[in-house]
C-alpha cells in the first residue's frame, strides 16, 4: 500500500506560481499511475492532472491546459504539480492520489490512497 504526503501549497497573488509535491511511502511511484484533483469550497473534487509512467503520457483538464504541469520524480519517489499563471478560480485544496487501473483517468471514483490536501489560495 501507498502513503501519500501533499505539501508546497500556500497563498499567492493572481499570475504567480507555486510547486506542489507529493512525497509517496510505502510503494514507489512508478507503480502507479498517478493523479492531482482539487476541491473548491461547496464543489465536488475535480480531476486536475494525471501521468502515466509508461511512455510518459499526461492528462490535464481543459481548465488548467497550459499552466499546470505534472511530473516526477522517482528517485525522490515524489509526484509534483507546478502551476504557473494562478488565477482566484485555481483556489482549492488540492490532493494527490492513486489510480486504480480500471475506468476513466478523469473521474474522482477510479483513484485511491488519497493524501491530506494541501490548500491553495490565489488572491485577486
Known amino acids: 500500500q501507498v502513503q501519500l504526503v501533499e505539501s508546497g501549497g500556500g497563498l499567492v497573488q493572481a499570475g504567480g506560481s507555486l510547486r506542489l509535491s507529493c512525497v509517496a511511502s510505502?510503494?514507489?511511484?512508478?507503480?502507479?499511475?498517478m493523479g492531482w484533483f482539487r476541491q473548491a469550497p461547496g464543489k465536488e473534487r475535480e480531476f486536475v492532472a494525471a501521468?502515466?509512467?509508461?511512455?510518459?503520457?499526461?492528462y490535464y483538464a481543459d481548465s488548467v491546459k497550459g499552466r499546470f504541469t505534472i511530473s516526477g520524480d522517482n528517485a525522490r519517489n515524489t509526484l509534483y504539480l507546478r502551476m504557473n499563471s494562478l488565477k482566484p478560480e485555481d483556489t482549492a485544496v488540492y490532493y494527490c492520489?492513486?489510480?486504480?487501473?480500471?475506468?476513466?483517468?478523469?473521474?474522482?471514483?477510479?483513484?485511491?490512497?488519497w493524501g491530506q490536501g494541501t490548500q491553495v489560495t490565489v488572491s485577486s
Open positions: 492520489a492513486k489510480y486504480g487501473n480500471s475506468g476513466s483517468l478523469y473521474d474522482v471514483e477510479n483513484f485511491a490512497s
Open positions: 510505502g510503494r514507489t511511484i512508478s507503480s502507479y499511475t
Open positions: 501521468i502515466r509512467w509508461f511512455g510518459g503520457f499526461t
